[in-house]
C-alpha cells in the first residue's frame, strides 16, 4: 500500500506524452511569433518594479545601492532563465514550471510548483493591480479629483518602522477591483486580442521610462548618492535571523542584498513566456530568444532608472507609493507626472494582462492530468479558444487579493513563491540532463552544471533574505495546496488511473469521464 502511494506521488510524465499534447483537439492556437514573445515578456516584467516597488526598496532597504540590488537579482534570474529556456525548447506546452516538474522530479512536485505558481501568478497580479490603482489616483489627482478615502486603499497597512500592521480606516480599494474585472473581460476574448493590446501597451511605457532616464538625468545631484549604501552591501538573513548585515524592526535584513531580495519582483514574468510556449509558432526557437532578450532589455532599463530615481531625490524622501512620478514632482516638474503615471498605468496594465493570462494557463495544464476539475479549470472556449472558466476564476481571487492586502505583504509573499518555482526549474534541468540525456534539446542552457547550480545558490540566498513571516505564509500556503492534492488529486490523476485501471479507463478520464 505504502509502496503504491510513493509510486504515485514519484510518478513522472513522459515527455513523449507531454509532446502529444501539443497535437490533441483541446490544444491552444499558435500565434505568437519571438517578437510578440518578446513583447509578451517586456510587458510582465516593467511595471511595477519601475513605477512602484523602486520606491519601496530604496527607502526602506538599500538606498543608492539599490542599483546593485537590481543588478544581483537579475543575475540570479539570468540563471534561472536559462533553465527556463532550455526546459520550454524541449517541451513547449503549456504549464510552464509544472510541466518541468512533472516530467522530471515526480506527480507530488508537480503539484507542488503548480500550487506555488497560482500564488506566484496571482499575487502578483493582485500586487500590481494595487499599485496601478494607486498611479491612477495620482492622475486623477493632477487633475483635483480625489476618490473618497473609504474606497481608495486596503483596509489596513504595514509599518516597517514598527514592525505591526495598523488599520487605514479604508474598507476596499475599489479601482483595484475594477481594473483586475477589465483585463479579464479581455482575456476571455482570445489570445491574439490581448496580445495586441499588450504590445500597445509596452511601447507606451518603454517611451515613458525612456523619457523618464532622459530628462530624470539632467536633474540628478550625485550627492544624493551619499552614502551610496546606508544599510550595507549584505543583508542576508536565514529564516527570520540576519546572519550578515543589519537589521530592522522584527529583525528584517537591511541592505543591497535585502533590497535584491524585494526588487526581484521586478524581474517575474519573464518565465510567464513559457505558460505560452504551446501558443508560440516555432516554440523551440521562439520561446528561448523571447525569455532571454526580454530580461536582458529590462535589466539594463531597471538600473537606467534606479540611477535617476535616487539621484533625482534622497532616498529616504522617496514616496513608496508612486516614487517615479512624486520625485518629478518634489525638483518641480509637475507636468511630468501626467506623462509619468499615463506610463505607468500603461506598463501596469500590461504586467496584470501576462500575469492574469498565465495563471489560467497553469491550471489548464494541471486539469489535464486530471490534478483539478477538468470540467472547469480544462474548459476551453469553443469560440475564443481561451481557458475562459479559470480566466474568470483567476479574475475575481486577484480583485479580492488587490482590494484587502496592502503592498508590502503582496510584494513580500510573490517574491518567496517565485523564488521557489525557479529553484525547483534549475533543479529539473539537474535532473533531466542526468535521467533524459538523448532528448532534443534545441537550446541548452550555457556552461554545463554550473549555470543550474548557480540559479539554486543565487535564489536560496535571496529566499533567505526575505522576512521569516514570508516563510510562515509560504508554509501554511503549501500546507493547503497539500490537502487538496490528497484529498482530490492524488486518486484521480491521469497517470493514477492509468495504473490503476489500464489505457481504458485511463481514455476515459482524459475525455472528463467514462470510456465507452
Request: with cysteine.
Amino acid at each position: 500500500m505504502q509502496s503504491a502511494m510513493l509510486k504515485n506521488l514519484l510518478a513522472r510524465k513522459p515527455l513523449e506524452a507531454l509532446v502529444r499534447e501539443m497535437e490533441g483537439e483541446h490544444r491552444l492556437r499558435r500565434v505568437l511569433g519571438p517578437v510578440t514573445l518578446t513583447s509578451l515578456g517586456i510587458g510582465a516584467i516593467i511595471g511595477t518594479g519601475i513605477f512602484v516597488l523602486t520606491g519601496i526598496a530604496a527607502h526602506d532597504k538599500a538606498g543608492p545601492s539599490l542599483m546593485l540590488s537590481f543588478v544581483v537579482a537579475g543575475l540570479a534570474c539570468v540563471f534561472a532563465a536559462l533553465c527556463y529556456a532550455e526546459f520550454a525548447s524541449m517541451v513547449p506546452v503549456a504549464g510552464s514550471a509544472y510541466t518541468y516538474a512533472y516530467a522530471t522530479l515526480g506527480e507530488f512536485m508537480a503539484w507542488i510548483i503548480g500550487w506555488d505558481l497560482v500564488l506566484e501568478y496571482a499575487v502578483v497580479s493582485a500586487t500590481v493591480a494595487h499599485g496601478w490603482s494607486h498611479y491612477f489616483q495620482n492622475f486623477l489627482g493632477v487633475f483635483g479629483v480625489r476618490l473618497p478615502a473609504a474606497i481608495s486603499r486596503p483596509p489596513f497597512d504595514f509599518d516597517p518602522e514598527t514592525g505591526a500592521f495598523f488599520a487605514t480606516g479604508a474598507c476596499a480599494d475599489l479601482t483595484a477591483i475594477i481594473i483586475a474585472l477589465l483585463i479579464t473581460a479581455i482575456l476571455v476574448k482570445g489570445i491574439r486580442e490581448s496580445a495586441g493590446f499588450n504590445a500597445v501597451m509596452v511601447v507606451i511605457k518603454l517611451v515613458v521610462v525612456l523619457f523618464v532616464v532622459a530628462v530624470g538625468a539632467f536633474f540628478i545631484n550625485p550627492e544624493n548618492w551619499k552614502p551610496f549604501a546606508p544599510f550595507g552591501f549584505t543583508g542576508i538573513s536565514f529564516f527570520g535571523r540576519t546572519v550578515l548585515g543589519l537589521s530592522g524592526p522584527g529583525g528584517a535584513p537591511l541592505g543591497m542584498l535585502a533590497g535584491a531580495a524585494i526588487i526581484f519582483f521586478s524581474y517575474i514574468g519573464f518565465d510567464s513566456v513559457s505558460t505560452h510556449s504551446e501558443e508560440a509558432k516555432n516554440p523551440r526557437r521562439d520561446v528561448p530568444i523571447g525569455i532571454i532578450v526580454s530580461l536582458l532589455i529590462c535589466t539594463v532599463l531597471y538600473v537606467a532608472v534606479s540611477a535617476v530615481l535616487t539621484g533625482m531625490v534622497r532616498y529616504d524622501r522617496i514616496d513608496i507609493d508612486a516614487p517615479v512620478a512624486d520625485a518629478f514632482a518634489q525638483i518641480g516638474l509637475t507636468w511630468a507626472q501626467v506623462i509619468i503615471s499615463i506610463g505607468a498605468i500603461a506598463g501596469m496594465t500590461s504586467v496584470l494582462l501576462v500575469m492574469m493570462l498565465s495563471q489560467p494557463r497553469v491550471f489548464l495544464a494541471m486539469a489535464r492530468d486530471g490534478l483539478l476539475p477538468p470540467s472547469f479549470f480544462g474548459a476551453v472556449h469553443p469560440r475564443f479558444k481561451t481557458p475562459w472558466k479559470s480566466t474568470m476564476l483567476t479574475g475575481v481571487f486577484v480583485a479580492i487579493l488587490a482590494a484587502f492586502l496592502p503592498l508590502r505583504v503582496l510584494a513580500e509573499l510573490t517574491n518567496i513563491g517565485t523564488l521557489l518555482a525557479f529553484v525547483i526549474v534549475c533543479a529539473a534541468v539537474l535532473v533531466m540532463r542526468r535521467t533524459d540525456p538523448a532528448f532534443p534539446r534545441p537550446f541548452r542552457a550555457p556552461l554545463g552544471s554550473f549555470t543550474p547550480v548557480m540559479g539554486i545558490l543565487m535564489c536560496l540566498m535571496l529566499m533567505f533574505s526575505l522576512p521569516a513571516e514570508n516563510w510562515l505564509r509560504l508554509l501554511v500556503w503549501l500546507l493547503l495546496g497539500v490537502c487538496i492534492y490528497f484529498l482530490y488529486g492524488r486518486k484521480r490523476s491521469v497517470m493514477a488511473v492509468m495504473r490503476a485501471g489500464g489505457d481504458k479507463t485511463a481514455a476515459g478520464s482524459g475525455k472528463g469521464g467514462r470510456a465507452g
